[in-house]
């Protein structure tokens, strides 16, 4: 698990896009669609997770296995209360399973340390949520930088800023919000605000992005625009997507549907 302690150099196994600036990190390296195709990336087994809501426990998760190829695209469904969101939150170490094992690139992450987890989430998952998240105080460009200031360091920050700020512009170019760098939350849309929380979930070039319901407080028509980037992320960079949606036509456009119903995976 040496990788995941401290701020060790990250190894990225998906192709980069070749538009844009590019931040480089130590230890970089691409590999072939071919050979990250095949390969196993996120995967849990056995979890299991309750709650307990005053005196009952209610049980969520009764034994899930599942597996995320590199470069995948899968939507997880069920019913409400199914624990499709409970089991994305403990894809991304948000939570931890009170039985079973989550691993990443074959290595075990759901019992790190609290600093391995936030490196985790920090630099090789991204995530993005129904409800976008953005910090109301700042600006679209300066939410999509807030990572890179945490990663960094202000010291480190200040002295890259100019690379960081060039690919966050890209990444607002990319999803369509270039014209809305220093508009604040407030005064964005929603579906702007979520074209936001997506280009601040790709600063870093994580290695998979992890969507809670990312078209579900928007209309159809800024909901296909969204899964549009979506899927463009997917077949041009490679990125492997897990999208929770309770959306069976949303669901249809990954290549992959993992459905939960009484705290088991049905079919995958």
Do not use: C
């Not at 990250?10 to 050979?35: I, L, W």
């Not at 309770?246 to 079919?267: F, K, P, T, Y």
């Amino acid at each position: 698990m040496d990788s995941f302690y401290g701020l060790a150099p990250r190894t990225s196994t998906r192709k980069q896009s070749a538009a844009g600036p590019h931040v480089t990190f130590p230890g970089d390296a691409s590999e072939s669609t071919a050979s990250t195709k095949q390969q196993v990336l996120l995967s849990a087994h056995g979890v299991e997770k309750s709650y307990r809501k005053g005196k009952h426990v209610v049980p969520v998760l009764l034994g899930v296995d599942f597996e995320i190829a590199a470069g995948e695209f899968v939507s997880i469904v069920g019913q409400s209360g199914s624990g499709k969101s409970t089991l994305l939150h403990l894809l991304g170490t948000l939570d931890a399973p009170d039985q079973g094992e989550i691993h990443f690139e074959g290595r075990r992450i759901d019992n790190l340390p609290t600093s391995s987890r936030d490196l985790l989430r920090n630099q090789y998952f991204g995530m993005i949520f129904q409800f976008y998240h953005l910090l109301p105080e700042l600006s679209a460009l300066e939410n999509v930088l807030i990572p890179s200031m945490i990663a960094d360091g202000a010291f480190r920050y200040w002295r890259n800023r100019r690379q960081y700020r060039e690919r966050a512009e890209h990444l607002l170019e990319l999803v369509g919000l270039s014209h809305r760098l220093k508009h604040k939350p407030r005064e964005l849309s929603g579906g702007e605000m979520q074209r936001a929380a997506i280009a601040r979930a790709l600063i870093a070039e994580p290695e998979v992005l992890l969507a809670d319901e990312p078209t579900g407080n928007l209309d159809s028509k800024t909901g296909e625009e969204i899964m549009e980037i979506l899927r463009t992320l997917n077949a041009d960079q490679n990125l492997t997507i897990v999208m929770v949606t309770h959306d069976a036509a949303i669901a249809s456009q990954a290549d992959r549907i993992v459905r939960l119903a009484e705290g088991r995976v049905q079919a995958a």
